[in-house]
């Protein structure tokens, strides 16, 4: 299963972006999508994620950012609003679950979409 995430680029401070994440290959189920962002000499961090069971998002959060999902086009949405220069980073999407009825499953990371948050 492969994961294409797009929408990053350049914004003000204090504006918004939204990021997509879309799965393409054999998908049966997707049981969690997430969001997470990552700065040079730094772990990666948890932004969302999403299950059929609700959302979880990082403390940074604080309201700013909602995740969602179209189950029907396997794709992860990442509204990000109020940005801060500080939410500059590489933001990653992850997908799990099953690619057949088998539950033969996956964990996919996509590519990476570069966010940069100016002042």
């Known amino acids: 299963v492969q994961l294409q995430a797009s929408g990053g680029g350049l914004v003000q401070a204090g504006g918004s972006r939204r990021l997509s994440c879309a799965a393409s290959?054999?998908?049966?189920?997707?049981?969690?999508m997430g969001w997470y962002r990552q700065v040079p000499e730094k772990s990666r961090e948890l932004v969302a994620l999403?299950?059929?069971?609700?959302?979880r998002y990082g403390d940074f959060v604080k309201g700013r950012f909602t995740i969602s999902r179209d189950k029907a086009k396997n794709t992860a949405y990442l509204q990000m609003n109020s940005l801060k220069p500080e939410d500059t980073a590489v933001y990653y999407c992850?997908?799990?679950?099953?690619?057949?009825?088998?539950?033969?499953?996956?964990?996919?990371w996509g590519q990476g979409t570069l966010v940069t948050v100016s002042s």
């Open positions: 992850n997908e799990d679950g099953f690619k057949d009825r088998y539950y033969n499953s996956f964990d996919s």
């Open positions: 290959g054999s998908v049966f189920r997707i049981n969690v």
């Open positions: 999403i299950t059929d069971a609700g959302t």
